[in-house]
């Protein structure tokens, strides 16, 4: 049986910038620009200090950067885990709706680390390897076709991670075999630390950056991986996902570019919380609702929605659990009278009494929608203290790609997460490189910068 590793290591071997359309190619500088930023804010998020503690234990000193950090060098396992943990430990990366898959942390973080390690690659190439890591590890999210069991943004994150190395480095087809068939034997991630709210999930995306970079070490030394690595009995697809179509996902590869269906993430949530939010938003602006005149909101959305973020707010809450609470989130955002912004994940605010009283007036409902990976549509119901109703239909996710963030508002939010991090003043040098980032013959420059290191 021809295995679908075959097809996935031919496309990130025979993919060029010139096959790439202009779409695809603007939504991967972008993501870039995004990622790379977010990561620098990742920096002063929770736990960050603690994961490049225990990095630092596996083995210090080296070529490779963390984001944020000038002052650090490590080898390029473990910078590729402190990197991806940073990107992702905000919930403020950018996700394909989908896969629901996130697949930037981990690309970008494995991505540099080879960069970084292996001497200067052009930008062209890496935005080429960005590319051909998005088909593969959103494209094995959309074959999936039940709900999450694993941690998808890892589990399918390492192939994607694989994909990408194989692009930037070009080795040999079996070469590109052997390392699928290590990403499969390294692959995890579980749902669980979703369900309880632990920073464990990013871990998991630091842990699948970390292992690509080895599963990818261990095939060119020469070591022989499982050949039939996504569709054989124990494969991906039958192990982690179950049931799947994967001819259906993977029929136009190579000419559709799942990075052109990126979305960004407007607030430092989970993404399935972020409807309710602009629905909140839109309630304060437009129809005047308060904390005072609400008696009730509930967010009627599809089944994913609920299995996501629809969880209760409740006393001593993590900042992990937080982010994944659509009512505690839309409480804050009525109350401070702006979307949550990271600024707000605090130990004052999540002991709020009055942000957590309006919570419990606040509930996520499931609706009737059959497709287990939709977003939208949704419609917020607001019930007011006077006896009257306001319904609001949401219809797309804000940050999507039929919703997009606009020019200013990507740089607005690139901005305010390079200045939580510590490093606002690289962010014109920043988005200038970006915005040409394929012609510049050294793209470790843009990671050594948003490291805030002098030599870039």
Known sequence: MTDLAERLADHALALRWADIDAGARAAARTFLHDSLCVGVAGRNAPFAEAVLSAARAWGDGGKCSVLGRPEVRLPAPQAAFVNAFQIHNQEFDCVHEPAVVHPLATLVAALFAEVERAGPCSGEAVLTALVA????????GVAATRPLRFFRPATAGIFGCVAALISLTKPSRQVALDAFGYALSFASGTMQAHVEGKA????????AARNAVAAFDLARAGLPGPAQSIQGRFGYLPLFEGDHEAEAAFADLGRRFRIAEVSWKPYPTGRAAQGCIVATEILMRDHGVTPR???RLTYRAP?????????????????AYARLCAAWLAAVTLTRGRPVGLEDFTEASLADPAVLALAQRIEVVVDDNPDPAAFAPAEAIARLSDGGEVRLPIRAQFGAPDWPLSRDQHLAKARACLAFGGLERVHPALSTMIDDFETWDDAGRAFRLAAGRDDA
Request: aromatic share 2%.
């Open 133 to 140: 890591g998005v088909d593969v590890s959103a494209g094995l």
């Open 200 to 207: 464990t999930l990013p871990v998991q995306m630091g842990q």
């Open 293 to 295: 005149s609400l008696e």
């Open 303 to 319: 089944p994913i929605i609920h299995y996501l973020v629809g969880r209760p707010a409740v006393e001593g809450m993590s900042v």
